[in-house]
């Protein structure tokens, strides 16, 4: 097909796919990938994080990540020359992670799940978990 010409693709909210790459403390599940629409260049899907949970350090190769805050206050984690640093979030927020960049998500509240929205510039979402955030 010429490009011009090509069909759009509508994922129900109610068909996410659950069996995609995952960390501890958290559920990711895939909206639009190569798998579910047959995109080339990105990944795009939501992460659920559990009351009083946090989730294992992790980050994503080569992809890089843009997160949009749907619901709670997740705070993301991630080292700044060697100290830990948070940033608190609240719905509206976005963040920005760049490639290869270890980092993990808390969700501080006793009773609220946190929802995050998920972009990726890879077409499958890249999780390498890892055991702390220092390199």
């Not at 995609?20 to 939501?46: F, H, K, N, P």
């Not at 994080?49 to 843009?66: K, L």
């Not at 799940?113 to 972009?119: H, L, Q, R």
Request: charged share 20%; hydrophobic share 35%.
């Amino acid at each position: 097909m010429d490009g011009f010409h090509e069909r759009l693709h509508h994922v129900g909210g109610d068909t996410l796919l659950g069996d995609t790459a995952q960390s501890t403390g958290m559920r990711r599940l895939e909206a639009i990938s190569g798998r579910t629409v047959g995109s080339q260049r990105l990944w795009m899907g939501q992460t659920h994080v559990q009351p009083a949970t946090r989730s294992a350090n992790h980050h994503h190769g080569e992809s890089e990540t843009a997160i949009y805050v749907v619901a709670g206050h997740p705070a993301f984690v991630f080292l700044d020359n060697g100290v830990e640093r948070r940033l608190e979030t609240q719905p509206g927020d976005y963040v920005f992670v760049p490639p290869y960049v270890a980092h993990r998500e808390e969700n501080p509240s006793p009773s609220d799940e946190a929802v995050v929205v998920i972009a990726r510039t890879t077409q499958e979402a890249i999780v390498v978990n890892l055991d702390s955030l220092a390199p």
